[in-house]
């Protein structure tokens, strides 16, 4: 995979489960196949939103599987690898890359709070070993660490480093991050909250949470702001504030699972230690996502 094929929206992906905490891979089938037809492009299962950590190996092996059968090669499938340790993460990549993986997102090393060379040895280190190309995935609000820009700078030289999701909603830094990174190297968007302003500084689009409710709208802010129309996308992008509060409000996927039957997808359950959010909270959402969706289909999504 090249970093060529790193522009515009990729949904980051729920996994479905059922009781028993395996997959639903019916409702993953199901959400798949709404994301294809909506033009999306790419997936990006088994981050965060992926509830990667309470998965067991099977079955985010499983997920991956799936999401590649489901696309066919049609578009990338860049599973998350959120291990905190290099051997795991490595292996969880390889694994990966086997199921149908185009490629990696490989999360800054957490818990043992390495310094920036240490992040540095990391990234270099997993990238000659890994099958596929990686992207870096920084997230400092979880892992409490982020990565210094002149690190990234130099990460994004090496061939087999292809891109990053950049979710430092310090907008300060993601202006000195895309002032030095290679021209090679694809810069994605991670927070929802910032994608059009994130584009405006450089960023080729955005790996998105609520992409996976409303791609329609979220292929239209990226568009505009592609075209470098970027008062129209903010001006789509706050319709989204009111969906965007509530989906944040308790820890995602927990909202936005709520509320995914809305698109024909019937997958509320989580994984501990989640519990279902609070059923005001999922009312509120409701109405606030079937306006969105009542919005998206006036506009012809």
């Not at 994130?198 to 791609?215: D, E, H, K, S, W």
């Not at 970027?230 to 509320?259: C, D, W, Y």
């Amino acid at each position: 995979m090249k970093a060529s094929r790193l522009r515009g929206i990729f949904p980051a992906i729920p996994t479905p489960v059922n009781a028993d905490d395996t997959i639903d891979e019916q409702a993953t089938r199901a959400l798949v196949a709404y994301l294809m037809q909506r033009g999306i492009d790419g997936l990006v299962p088994l981050g965060g939103t992926g509830e990667y950590g309470a998965l067991s190996r099977q079955q985010r092996l499983k997920m991956v599987g799936l999401c590649a059968e489901a696309a066919g090669g049609t578009m990338a499938v860049i599973p998350g690898v959120l291990d905190p340790g290099f051997h795991d993460a490595l292996q969880a990549g390889r694994a990966f890359a086997d199921a149908g993986a185009d490629a990696l997102m490989l999360l800054t090393p957490y818990y043992t709070s390495p310094t920036q060379a240490g992040i540095r040895d990391y990234f270099l280190r997993y990238a000659d070993a890994a099958p596929v190309p990686i992207l870096i995935y920084e997230i400092p609000y979880r892992t409490r660490i982020a990565i210094a820009p002149e690190v990234l700078h130099e990460l994004s030289r090496h061939e087999r480093i292809i891109g990053m999701k950049a979710c430092n909603t310090d907008m300060y830094h993601f202006l000195r991050l895309m002032a030095g990174v290679s021209d090679s190297f694809a810069v994605l968007g991670g927070e929802d909250s910032l994608l059009p302003l994130q584009m405006a500084a450089g960023a080729r689009g955005g790996i998105v949470v609520t992409a996976t409710m409303l791609p329609c709208t979220w292929r239209a802010i990226h568009d505009l702001a592609a075209a470098g129309r970027i008062a129209q996308a903010l001006e789509l992008h706050r319709r989204l504030i009111p969906l965007l509060e509530l989906v944040f409000a308790e820890t995602n996927p927990g909202p936005m699972k709520s509320v995914l039957d809305l698109i024909g997808v019937d997958a509320p359950l989580l994984l501990a230690p989640l519990v279902a959010p609070a059923a005001g909270l999922q009312a509120r959402l409701r109405c606030e996502m079937a306006r969105c969706l009542a919005a998206e289909a006036l506009a012809g999504g």
